[in-house]
């Protein structure tokens, strides 16, 4: 008859408006600023910039000397929305393998820009960009705050691990093992090197070119 | 005791009429009368308001608002702050003055209404003796202000929206009036309080209201599906459906003349959820002959609000029509019922006294029912669609 | 002057007013709107009568009155759905333009 | 003779006035609503609460909307650029002034002769109802069928024929 199929539905709200009373499972929200759901680990909200912890270079602060970012410009490039701007430095530093590297002077991301899309991060050669969790960004100041600098998107790679726990130990083992194999080179390099300045003494090694 | 209960607002306003001068006391009456009604029904307004997103939120196994005071008990205090300190912008492309005059139009028609609602015993502002069509005329003159409304913003969203509302107003509002003239039929009078004392009688303990009747039941089923088309709530809400139209017609209104089309909206939900259990459910009457001696302004308003929760129901249950689905319910099946209704009772005006009009009349109408439904609510295997007037 | 007749003034200048819309205006929908006012000017002469008549409870003014609005809506309904039907064929309101006979 | 009656006959006529000045034929529809409306109130004025209200119902809620419907249906909504005044709108004028002339001459010159004031009739409803289907009925029914003829016919007549049948 016409109408069952209503009086079908309002009898399911009806239940669960009773039913939301009553059982606690009902509920599908939390109370949010109060109770709040573990993070999954494939969340992703905007990108930030990750860096090696430990790092010694001179008077620089340790974010600064440890962060993996060359800034080799392809994340800017290829950001859809073009909200990356990187300005590269004059002059190099060594990064974590020993090799001397540029690096951003000035590294802005404008997440009011930002889709969240992570072509940065697929395209980043060095595993420098990756996307964060921190999605309680709102603010009043919309060219300040909004607009997020180098000093504020460098974040370490312990924080990384405990963000993307599989993701970065993945990164970090890839990082230990070339580490490893530079190492080995460079030991390579050096023996042949001593071997060549014993015989001919002439020229100097050049450190770190086998990479 | 009882009796002072009862007519406490009438005694309230002879007594503060006593202070006036002779002369004036008409006029001071219903100018107070006028501002009881608005300030009891905004008010009424607010309360709705929270309990429509309390209610609709448990339905979805949510808690709703609860920040804003105990319980969220605050938050149409908040929604208020907020509406009224919003920018009103008005689209430069606008018709200004037709943009400002609609939601004015809409408010004053809707409340109008209210005028000759009979609200408890003696509680009617206007005794009216066409106060059903006054009624009606008012309720036609709301459709102009929505038009003024969607006209006037130059939005294609905004027309497209005003020109659903109109439609469907006009289609249901027939429904409305013929629903409404079964009522009038049996009753003999236009007068709202001349129906609602034509109810306020039992036999035994229980009250002689339409709706016990075979012909008022299905009546008021059909008043209730308009009802819900006239004021525009889901399932027919299509001319603000947000996911087609933004808000329909009032899309490019802000602050403080969005707040008066929301207060609009919620009124003339109000005043026909009021004229509905006027005519159907009683008015002010008690539901049984022992519970008389509650004051009738008390039965009249918790069915009031039982009709809102009803309407809150609805919104929480069903989902949008389309609007072919719209037109061809409308016109295929409950303006052909209710035209058969009519029939039925005027049957049942004719069959005098007795057990077998309540016999006859039931079969008519559940046969009415059972068969209209199969042949005019068939499913139908839809064809490539067609255009008729945007080409 | 005494309220019937100013009650037939104001009509007679309603009536006027209208029938000047629809003998001047290009749009067909306003020329029906003239002729809309006219009808309503008749109705309130209707209604003035039998206010002042000697028999106002045999509500003859009154009938009219009622009858009238409801051809008035019949004709509005038929007057608007020709102009619509026109516009079809011409792709224009304006009644200058329709002056074939052909369709 | 009342303040009211004269404030409500300047608003009726100025409706009126602007529904066929105007040049925007929305705006023509919506000063036609305030003619409308003012005939409303001169009934009520009249002691004529049903043909009032009537009025409003019919005319506001169905006759003001169908031409509001009709323009929007007929692109009429843009303001028109050039004249909105037809060929002859100066005969026609010339007319309307000649039938007001007329219809004023009569009416003032009858004025003797028009009852003063009557006493407040009572129309009720029921007396209205009562009316319609006795000694009205006949006219009654033929308005019926009138509206269902009209009805079908308006349907017929805005139907779109669709090409090949």
Known sequence: ?211 | MFQTFDQIFILLRDWVLGFLPVGLRPGAGVVLGVVAIVCVFPALFALTVLLERKGLGRMQNRPGPNRVGPFGLLQPIADAIKSLTKEDIVPTTANGFIHFLAPLVLVVAVFMGFAVLPMGRNMVLVDMDCALLFYFAMGASSELAVFMAGWSSRNKYSLLGAMRAVAQMISYEVILLLSGLAVVMITGSLSLTRIVEAQNQYTGIFPHWNIFTPWGLAGFLMYAIAATAETNRSPFDLPEGESELVAGYHTEYSGFKFALFFLGEYLAMFSISGLGSTLFLGGWSAPFSFLQWVPSWIWFFSKLMLSIFVFIWMRGTLPRLRQDQLMNFAWKFVLPFTLYNLMVTALWRFLGEGWQRWVVCTVLVVAGYVLLGRVSMRREHFGPRSYRYAE | ?103 | MSVIFWLISAITLGGALFAVLLKNTVHCALALTVAFAGLAFLFLGLDAQFAGFAQIMVYIGAVAILVVFAILLTRGSETPKGSVYSRYAFSGLVAAAGVFAVLGWAVLQSARVLPNEAQTPIATAQQIGVALVGRYVLPLEIVALLLTVATIGAVIVALHEKEGK
Not at chain 1, 55 to 62: I, L, S
Not at chain 3, 38 to 56: G, T
């Open chain 1, 1 to 211: 008859m016409l109408g069952e199929g209503i009086l079908r539905g309002l009898a399911e709200t009806a239940r669960n408006f009773f039913g939301s009373y009553v059982s606690k499972q009902r509920y599908t929200t939390v109370e949010y600023p109060e109770v709040r759901i573990a993070p999954i680990e494939a969340a992703r909200v905007f990108p930030f910039l990750v860096y090696d912890e430990g790092m010694k270079d001179g008077g620089r602060p340790e974010w600064e000397a440890g962060l993996r970012c060359t800034s080799c410009q392809i994340c800017e490039k290829e950001c859809p929305p073009k909200c990356i701007f990187i300005e590269k430095s004059k002059e190099k530093k060594p990064d974590a393998f020993g090799k001397q590297q540029f690096y951003p002077v000035r590294f802005d991301i404008d997440i009011s820009v930002c889709m969240s899309c992570q072509i940065c991060v697929e395209v980043c050669p060095f595993d420098s960009i990756k996307m964060d969790t921190q999605f309680e960004l709102a603010t009043d100041d919309r060219f300040g705050d909004l607009l997020v600098h180098v000093d504020k998107l460098a974040k370490s790679n312990s924080y990384y691990n405990s963000i993307h726990p599989s993701e970065a130990s993945a990164i970090d083992h890839h990082r230990e093992e070339t580490k490893a194999m530079l190492a080995v080179k460079a030991k390579a390099a050096a023996e042949a090197a001593a071997a060549k300045a014993a015989t001919a003494a002439a020229k100097p090694p050049a450190a770190g070119e086998g990479a």
């Open chain 3, 1 to 103: 002057m005494t309220p019937l007749a100013a009650h037939l003034l104001v009509a007679a200048l309603l009536f006027a007013i209208g029938l000047a819309g629809a003998l001047t205006r290009r749009n067909a929908i306003l020329v029906l709107i003239g002729i809309e006012l006219m009808l309503n000017a008749a109705n309130l002469n209707f209604i003035a009568f039998w206010r002042y008549s000697p028999h106002p409870e045999a509500l003859t003014g009154m009938m009219f009155a009622i009858f009238s609005i409801a051809v008035a809506a019949a004709e509005a309904a038929v007057g608007l759905g020709l102009v619509i039907a026109i516009h079809r064929h011409l792709h224009s309101t304006d009644l200058d333009q329709m002056n074939r006979m052909k369709g």
